[in-house]
Every structure is written in structure tokens, then in C-alpha cells.
């Protein structure tokens, strides 16, 4: 008994070490290559399909809204990706409002061909700088549309500023495209720059839900996640029959004829 009371009595003594956590700045990085103009399986109030572009933009707002309510501190700001990153609203802000005002003027472009991302974290590491210098860390969340093109960067290994998360909706294999290389070379970029924890998904499915689910798991703060492997949420709700030796000894069976 001694021996359980003396580790009983040292794990009382446990303390969690203090730690901060920082307020976000989140840079939304949306690719209008002519592929986010592809339809997904799902339509709107007036029967026109809605594209992966439109469904990029509610998914954000759904996001925007919900982080918000865990911490209005939070910070957004907008960029395109074509061939090279342009800034959308420049001006990281806690207002839905001016995310609603930037998609106003986001459109698709005519063609983008390659994807070249090191422009995207040289902007990165520079606003990352800027919200250390306030205490806050930067995050930037890419939306990759391309299922035949392999963004490319060239980006030193050292250099960790921000933390990446992306969200790639591709089209299913076939002889044109090459998703599962692209996803590889999403999935380089991401290793080679993220500070904290990045999270990638995918989906070729073209189903909004899915879309929103991996907008739902990436409100995860950076400074609070565990590695992507052990991510298993959401929970399926798949109603599981209770075995059958659990079942009350004056129950009646229903019979299903």
C-alpha cells in the first residue's frame, strides 16, 4: 500500500507546463484555374449546379463563421492562385463582412497552366512575420482544383514560418490527369514549409459535404492538433444493433415478417 500511495501522492504533485496559444491570422489561398469551374454533384435553390468555386467560397464562410464564435480575434485575408498568387483583400479582418465583399470580385480565369507556389510563401513568411511581431501566428489555407498540373516551389527546407493546410478537389484518375501525383506534390509542399501541424486533404467525390467536413476538422488550432494519422473525426452515426446477450431477459424478439 505504500508504494500505491507514494505514486498516487507523486502524481498530485503533476503539473501542466503554461502555454500560450496564439490568435490566428488565416490567409484563405483560392485556385481559379478553369477546373474550379468544374460542377459538383449538388445545385442551388434555382437549379443551377453549383461549382467547386461556389461551393470554396460557402465552405470558407461556414468557416469563418465558426471560428469566429470559438474567438473573434481572429484574423482573414483572401489571395488567387493562377499561375503565381495575387492578393484578393490583402487586409487580415475579423469582419464576415469583408470576406463576403471578396468574393464579390473572385472569378475563375481563362487558363493557369502551371502552378508556381513560391510566391505564395514568400508573401507567406513576410505576413507571417508581421503577426509574430503582434503575437499571432499565420496560417494559410490553399484550395487546389488542378487533377493534371503538379504546383511547383522552390523554397528553403530551414525556413518554417506559417503552418499549411490544403484542401484538394480533383477529378477521378484517367488518361489526362494524374491526381495522385498532384496530391504528392501538395503534400511535399506542405512537409517543406508548415510549422505547426499541417493537415491535407482530398476528395474526387464532387460532394459539397465532404468539402465542409474538412472545413469543420481544419477550425483545429495549429498549436493544439495531433498528427493528421490520428485524426478520426468525424464519427460515423451509423446506429450499431446492441449484441444480443445485452438484451433483457423479458424482451420479445420483433419479427420482421
Known sequence: MEGIEGESSAASNY????????????????DVDPESLIEMKVSGPNGRP?????SIKQAILLFINAKL????????????LGKSPSWLRKEFSSEVESAIEAFRGLSATQSSGQADLTNLFRVAAHEAKRSRA????????L????????????WPVNQKFFTMDVIYLHDKPGPDNCPQEVYDSLVDALDHVSEYEGYIFESGQGLQRVLFK??????????QRCPQEYVDIPKSLTKKSPPTDAMPEDSVPISSQ
Open 15 to 30: 503539473t501542466l507546463r503554461p502555454s500560450r496559444i496564439s490568435n490566428e491570422d488565416i490567409l484563405f489561398c483560392i
Open 214 to 223: 474538412y472545413m469543420c476538422i481544419l477550425l483545429a488550432h495549429p498549436q
Open 50 to 54: 453549383f461549382t467547386r468555386l461556389d
Open 143 to 154: 484550395f487546389y482544383c488542378r487533377s493534371s498540373v503538379r504546383p511547383q516551389h522552390q
Open 134 to 141: 503582434q503575437n499571432r501566428i499565420l496560417r494559410v489555407i
Open 69 to 80: 464564435t470559438i474567438n473573434p480575434e481572429h484574423r482573414y485575408a483572401f489571395a488567387t
